[in-house]
Structures are given as C-alpha cells and as structure tokens.
C-alpha cells in the first residue's frame, strides 16, 4: 500500500552514511569552523475549491479539489497534499465559526490509509518554485474520517508538507480546514431566504439621474432580474427597498442621465416598467419594506446622531401606498445592528430588526422590538468564496434545525441566487412570516462583541447636519425646484449603506445631486441692486432697490434692512416676492426720518425664514427736512424762543431801575 513520501525510507538507508559525515565532520572542526547556512522557509499557500461529500455510506467519500501555489521567494521540495480529518462532529454554530474562519478546530490528524489520501505534486528532486501552482484532488471515505453520525457537519482539511533543500526533513508548510455536512436519508433541514431588492442611489432629482447602471441590473440575468426570478419561482419571501421602487417608478417614465454640462436619455425604461409589473405579481402575504435607501442606522446610533433615522421616515411619507402598506424590516449596514442600534429604532414600529450579532442560536428573540436573527457569514479563510458561504450556510442549517431553529439569510446578489440554486436536496424552503410568528422568545437578548462591522466613515455621518440644513435652505428659496422637492429622499439617499465601501461613487453622486442647491446658494445667484445714495426729501419717501435672480428657477425672497442709526432714520423689512429665473423686480423701501443728518441702511436678500442669501449692499440715505411737522415744530421752538428772550430783556430792566434807584 503506497504511503506519503516523508523520507522515512531514504533516513534509513542513509543512516551509515550520515554516522560517517559526522565524524569527518566533527574531525575537521578544529581545523575550519564556517557558519551553516539555513534557508529561509518556503511560503506556500492552499485554497479549496471543491468539497463534496457522495453519499452517506461508510465507504461513500468526501471529495477535497484545491490549488497549492508557492507565493514566496524560496522553491519548495517533495511537496505533498495530505488528507486531514476530525471524527468529532460539529455540534453549535460557534464552533462551525471558529472552524470555517481559520480559528480553533476539534483534534484530528492527518489521513493516511490509502493512496486516495494524500498525493504528490512535484517529485523530491524538483523544486516548486516561487509562482509555481498546481491544482490537486484527494479523497477520503466517512469510513476513514470517522463519521458515526449523518446529518451533521464535519471538520476536514488538507496539510501541505515539504521543506526547502531537498532533504529528509518535511515539515508543514500550509494548511487548511473547512467544513463538509453529511447528510443522511433522513436529514432535513429548513431555511428561509428573504430576497433583497435593493441597489446603489441614482436618482438626482426629478427624472434625472447621476448613472445608468439600473438599467443594466434590470436586463435579463441582471441583478435585479436574477433576484426577481428567484423571488417569483420559488415564492421565496422579499423585502423592497422604498427609495429603488421610486427610482424604477420614475425610471419607467422615461429618463435622463447627468454628466456634468451634458444629459441623454436613459436606456432602462421599458426593463423598468417590465421589472416593475412583474413585481406587481409577487405575493403581498410574503413581502416587506426596509427603511428608505437602507441607511446606516448602525453608524447613527453609534455617534448619537438621530438626524440619520429621522431623515430616512421623512422621505418614507412619499412612499407608493402599495409599499408603505408592507410590514418594515430593518436592515443595517453590514447586517450587523447591536444593542445601541436596537435602541434607537423602537420606536420605527417596525415587523423585525435583522442582525447577524445575535450570540444565540435562535432564530429570534422578542425584547423591546423583534429581531430576527440572520445568517450572514464573514468570507471564508481558504476556501473559495462560493463554496465556503455554501459549505457554512448548510452546515448551519443542519445545527439550526436540530435545536428547532430556521435558518434567515439574506439574499441580494447573484452569488447568493447562485447559492440557493445549488441548495442541496435536503434544505427546505421555509417563509420568513412563518419564523416571525412561530418561534419567539422572550429571553433578553445577547449581542456578539468584537465583531467587525462595515459602516460609512463617521465623517460621512457627520457631515450630513450640515448638508440638511443647506438643503433645507435651498428648499425655502427655491421651492419648485427639483431637487428641493426632493430633498428628503435625497438626504435619505446620501445615508445609504449602499454607499459603505465607495466613498468616491457616493461623493460623485452626491456632487451630480447638490449641484443645483450648489449653484442656487452661492454668491451672485441672486443679488441685489440699488443706487449708493439717496436723498429723503421728506420724512418718509421711497427708494427702489432691484432684486435679479440668475438662477433657474423661481427664487422667493424678501429685503430685510437694517439702519445704522434707529434713532435718525427707521426701515423695515421689504414683503416676500417671487422672482423669476433671468428676470429682475424692483422693491420700494420707505424709510422714515425723525432728524436731519446722514444714515446708512444695510439690505441683506433672505429666505422666508430670515436666512440670508448672497452679498449684503449699503446705501447712504440724507435726510434733508422732515416735512410740515417739522416746519411747525421750527416755528413753535421759534416763538417759545422770542418769547423767553423778552421776558428776561423786561426783567434785566427791572433790575437796572431798582440799582438806580437805590
């Protein structure tokens, strides 16, 4: 029976032979003493791309295919593949974790019964040499791995063994373990899938949009078709993001695409509106609605930030009725909403929060708000990324189903479609109402800690307080405008999860989306006009100050001034007008003088809610008389004044004549 080359044979022989090099050796070090050189070890590294089980007899196999490829700068010698196994089963999804993400594994060792179990790839003489790859495929019965008990997962791997000169001594160079559930006559095991339909923003504002990749997810074996087709042939249970519906309502209008100066027509119409009446059809019974544009509620939360949330029910009022009637599935970045993140959504009403941080096993726990537990698996360490979610996700579902558990999981790319059509026989399709209604628990949940989670950079978040209250601005001076109609969903948008991981996409975006707000808010947008003298000729006149509004839309706006001297000279504010684009409308001031002199009104355009727009100007204002009143109020101070005066001239006199007398 042929066994693993481990030079076992060749230390025998040459057993005599290295007693005599040693002595001469040992002979000669008086003579010449120089360092032994010791190569540095080769860097090789293993993935597994293929692991099958073929039945559940004894002598049934388990099939492991996979790459060894030297990624290093030294060559390997005498590399070999050798069958690794553990015959304790796996019994809870932590150890399942901990297996498939290259943490601790139960005790096992390598396999070497038959020649199935282990194989070459390059001769002991032949070097592997750096960037070298070579592809390989053993194999071991459940006889051999131990197996006693079907409808379970087991722990199987590979060691790669060699060294780097060519000698006796092997050691393990690489390795890898994963998972592989063996399946009985009688296994069976239930999970239910929720279909995702949910993308990347685009919409700008109106009928424009920043890019046309929609249209391409919406074509046959796109995305979103491939989704959909899951979704109707399998009546699996879905749950639509509010912000694509509007998006694809609109899309189906017709459409254009923004590229700076420049827009044409956008090519997904007509897969919009298929898209969308094939959605029609879909089984309300089975369907739900997430928080517009999937927002990263759990970065919010976080940062104490309720600006987030709070934007995101906003935009939700203008949802279609046949949306808004669906029961409300939270979904937060990364899957991953922990207790903080529960906190601040309690008060959303809302069917479910799904998360992947649950560190029990069950599939829902009821506290202040039902959360539902969802299978969302890290990639897999060495193991192609297919097939290690595929080998992780049925072994879980066997565990989940033998403590009376269904297994969630979230399906929204074409990988997980693909996924579920290679589902093995003996998973059932169960619905995610069902989990809902039928399992609760009324233990307080418990959150996994430690746990990575993919969120948008704080900043992100941070920056949007500011962003709302421009658009908020914007909205007031621009009422009509596209994009202030649809400020709320716009913001919304700029929150999404979808963004995390592509900041550059969401800055362009965000930049296609503002652009408008941008132009309208900046200095020379809308101005104001007028002479920078003017000369009252009563005490209250008026003068005319111009407001031109170069923008693209109707601006409404209102002058508000402001004197330097109340107490001279009185204004007030201008009434709100309306302006519109490439037109100009002249306002009369009347100012109101109680004393001659010299003042200086400031205007300043501003919103309806007193915020200001644009640059402010001044204007002198002389007021050289103040009308009859003041005439009167001349002569008055005239006759008290004569009046005085020959009142004291008669009693000077009366002084003098009494002196005289005297």
Request: aromatic residues 4%; proline residues 5%; negative net charge.
């Amino acid at each position: 029976m042929a066994q693993p080359y481990d030079g076992r044979v060749m230390r025998a022989l040459s057993r005599p032979f290295g007693l005599l090099v040693a002595t001469l050796l040992c002979l000669s070090a008086s003579i010449l003493t120089a360092p032994v050189a010791r190569a540095d070890d080769p860097t090789l590294t293993v993935q597994l791309t293929g692991v099958s089980a073929t039945g559940s007899e004894p002598s049934s196999e388990v099939v492991l295919s996979g790459t060894v490829t030297n990624t290093g700068s030294v060559a390997a010698y005498g590399v070999q593949v050798i069958f690794w196994r553990s015959a304790e089963r796996i019994r809870d999804v932590a150890t399942l974790t901990s297996v498939t993400h290259g943490g601790e594994v139960p005790a096992g060792s390598r396999l070497v019964t038959r020649e199935a179990n282990f194989t070459k790839l390059v001769t002991d003489a032949t070097s592997f040499a750096p960037g070298a790859a070579a592809g390989f495929t053993i194999r071991a019965t459940l006889a051999e791995i131990g197996v006693t008990t079907l409808g379970a997962p087991y722990v199987v791997g590979v060691d790669i063994r060699g060294n780097a000169d060519g000698s006796s001594s092997f050691q393990t160079l690489a390795r890898v373990r994963t998972v592989v559930p063996v399946a009985g006559p009688d296994t069976s095991a239930t999970a239910a899938p929720l279909v995702l339909f949910s993308s990347t923003p685009s919409n700008i504002a109106g009928s424009r949009f920043a890019d046309d990749h929609l249209a391409s997810e919406l074509a046959a074996g796109g995305r979103l078709d491939r989704l959909l087709k899951a979704a109707e042939e399998k009546r699996l249970s879905w749950v639509i993001d509010p912000s694509l519906f509007a998006e694809l309502t609109t899309m189906s209008q017709g459409y254009s695409v923004v590229s700076g100066e420049t827009a044409v027509d956008g090519s997904g119409a007509q897969a919009a509106k298929d898209w969308l009446a094939r959605f029609a059809e879909l089984p309300a019974s089975l369907g739900y609605r997430t928080l517009y544009a999937l927002p990263d509620v759990g970065t919010a939360a976080r940062l104490d930030d309720p600006g987030v949330l709070s934007r995101a029910l906003a935009a939700a009022e203008t949802e279609d009725a046949s949306i808004a009637a669906l029961g409300l599935i939270v979904l937060p970045s990364d899957l991953a909403a922990d207790a903080t993140t529960v906190s601040s959504l309690s008060d959303t009403g809302a069917t479910a929060i799904a998360t992947r941080l649950l560190s029990t096993d069950a599939t829902w726990v009821q506290d202040e708000v039902p959360l539902l537990r969802v299978s969302a698996p890290d990639p897999p360490t060495g193991v192609s990324a297919a097939l290690g979610t595929s080998l992780y996700l049925a072994g879980e579902a066997m565990l989940l189903s033998e403590s009376g558990h269904v297994q969630v999981r979230v399906v929204s790319s074409t990988a997980d479609v693909t996924a579920l059509d290679a589902s093995p026989s003996w998973l059932q399709t169960g619905h995610v109402g069902d989990v809902i209604s039928q399992l609760p628990s009324t233990a307080t949940p418990t959150f996994t800690t430690g746990t990575s989670v993919s969120g948008l950079p704080d900043t992100t978040i941070g920056q949007l307080t500011t962003l709302s209250g421009r658009m908020d601005v914007f909205a007031q001076l621009a009422p009509t405008a596209p994009t202030a109609t649809a400020r709320t969903q716009l913001l919304a948008r700029a929150a999404s999860s979808a963004w995390v991981g592509k900041e550059e996409d969401r800055a362009r975006w965000l930049s296609s989306a503002t652009a408008e707000s941008t132009a309208g808010l900046q200095d020379g947008a809308v101005v104001l006009s007028a002479s920078s003298r003017f000369v009252m000729s009563s005490n209250v006149n008026e003068f005319p100050i111009t407001v031109t509004n170069t923008f693209s839309y109707p601006v409404v706006v209102k002058v508000r001034l402001t004197s330097s001297n109340p107490q001279r000279l009185k204004v007030g504010d201008s009434t709100t007008i309306t302006v519109d684009p490439e037109e100009s409308r002249t306002v009369n001031i009347r100012p109101e003088a109680t004393a001659n002199g010299i003042a200086t009104v400031t205007a300043q355009l501003s919103t309806t809610q007193n915020t200001p727009i644009g640059t402010s100007i001044d204007v002198i204002v002389e007021a050289t008389q103040y009308g009859i009143w003041g005439w009167i109020l001349v002569a008055v101070s005239g006759l008290v004044l004569v009046g005085s005066t020959v009142a004291s001239l008669k009693k000077s006199r009366g002084r003098t004549r009494a002196e005289e007398a005297a």
